[in-house]
T-cell receptor, first 114, second 112 residues
Framework: AQSVTQPDIHITVSEGASLELRCNYS??????LFWYVQSPGQGLQLLLK??????LVQGIKGFEAEFKRSQSSFNLRKPSVHWSDAAEYFC????????????FGTGTRLTIIP | DAGVTQSPTHLIKTRGQHVTLRCSPI?????VSWYQQVLGQGPQFIFQ???????GRGNFPDRFSARQFPNYSSELNVNALLLGDSALYLC???????????FGPGTRLTVL
């Protein structure tokens, strides 16, 4: 069975500082990996996804993530955060292309301080 | 283009009642999935429907059921509501090739 671990429940960073959110997955084959962001009371917005190819993927809002098979990780990064980045971030894994059951982590809440 | 829409936005029910939640996918999307997100947790997969047929079901009791209509919209039904059913219910749609799911804003269900 597939699973996702987001070790950090809550992270606080200063505006303009760099950010890295951790995600570790468990899946026997090549995973399909996603990062979604959720603002309070809202649905999920896709930031980026990895299916194959280049292990460094670029997303919206200046985010990027790197797939590291050896570490079973897919960490999300941003070089300089903005106050509007404050939200809940979810990493998710899908079993296969076209299999639309996503397994989500428990999320990381990001707080930005001025 | 309109995104995934869900109705109602909020709903309050009492234990034992029944509820129906509705979802309209993005135009051209034929697959709809439902997720339950309990406060403080990540979404959990409930159902996936494609071309009106159930393609997947998560670990939820039979009180949960769903269906998809010819226009690809979908309903999620929950019978005999329990306090623990209080959650944000998210609907997601995807193209037939199914690489990415796009989520709606959700329906917040409160069971008293």
């Amino acid at each position: 069975a597939q699973s996702v671990t987001q070790p950090d429940i809550h992270i606080t960073v200063s505006e303009g500082a760099s950010l890295e959110l951790r995600c570790n997955y468990s899946y026997g084959a090549t995973p399909y990996l996603f990062w979604y962001v959720q603002s309070p009371g809202q649905g999920l917005q896709l930031l980026l996804k990895y299916f194959s190819g280049d292990t460094l993927v670029q997303g919206i809002k200046g985010f990027e993530a790197e797939f590291k098979r050896s570490q079973s990780s897919f960490n999300l990064r941003k070089p300089s955060v903005h106050w509007s980045d404050a939200a809940e971030y979810f990493c998710a894994v899908g079993a296969s292309f076209g299999n639309e059951k996503l397994t989500f982590g428990t999320g990381t809440r990001l707080t930005i301080i001025p | 283009d309109a995104g995934v829409t869900q109705s109602p936005t909020h709903l309050i029910k009492t234990r034992g009642q029944h509820v129906t939640l509705r979802c309209s996918p993005i135009s051209g999307h034929k697959s709809v999935s439902w997720y339950q997100q309990v406060l403080g947790q990540g979404p959990q997969f409930i159902f996936q429907y494609y071309e009106k047929e159930e393609r997947g079901r998560g670990n939820f009791p039979d009180r949960f059921s769903a269906r998809q209509f010819p226009n690809y919209s979908s309903e999620l039904n929950v019978n005999a509501l329990l306090l623990g059913d209080s959650a944000l219910y998210l609907c997601a749609s995807s193209l037939p090739s199914g690489d990415t799911q796009y989520f709606g804003p959700g329906t917040r269900l409160t069971v008293l």
